[in-house]
């Protein structure tokens, strides 16, 4: 499976931007998607997730601000990033789930650069 991350690029304080994120390489459904981001310095984070089934899970900071979607072809899903701020500044990763009854598998995209920056 191999996830084709688009979008990022460099942004004022309190703009917008979007990443779109497509897998491609399986006639399996993802049971899960979503972003990770990583800054200078500091761990890979949690971001926003979206299940199969449509359910999303956000980090605490992101929260109000970014909007986990599916797009409309299979195994794709989009980031809204609002009111970006400058701690927003990292590499974002797009990554990917398949569950089966007896193991998971992780993938992960090449990583896209947000920069918030005036």
């Known amino acids: 499976v191999q996830l084709q991350a688009s979008g990022g690029g460099l942004v004022q304080p309190g703009g917008s931007l979007g990443l779109s994120c497509a897998a491609s390489?399986?006639?399996?459904?993802?049971?899960?998607m979503g972003w990770y981001r990583q800054a200078p310095g500091k761990q890979r984070d949690l971001v926003a997730t979206?299940?199969?089934?449509?359910?999303?899970n956000y980090a605490d900071s992101v929260k109000g601000r970014f909007t986990i979607s599916r797009g409309n072809a299979r195994n794709t899903v989009s980031l809204q990033m609002n009111i970006l701020q400058p701690e927003d500044t990292a590499v974002y990763y797009c990554k990917a789930r398949r569950i089966t009854s007896s193991n998971e598998y992780d993938y992960w995209g090449q990583g896209t650069q947000v920069t918030v920056s005036s």
């Open positions: 979206l299940t199969s089934r449509g359910v999303t």
């Open positions: 390489g399986t006639i399996f459904s993802l049971d899960v």
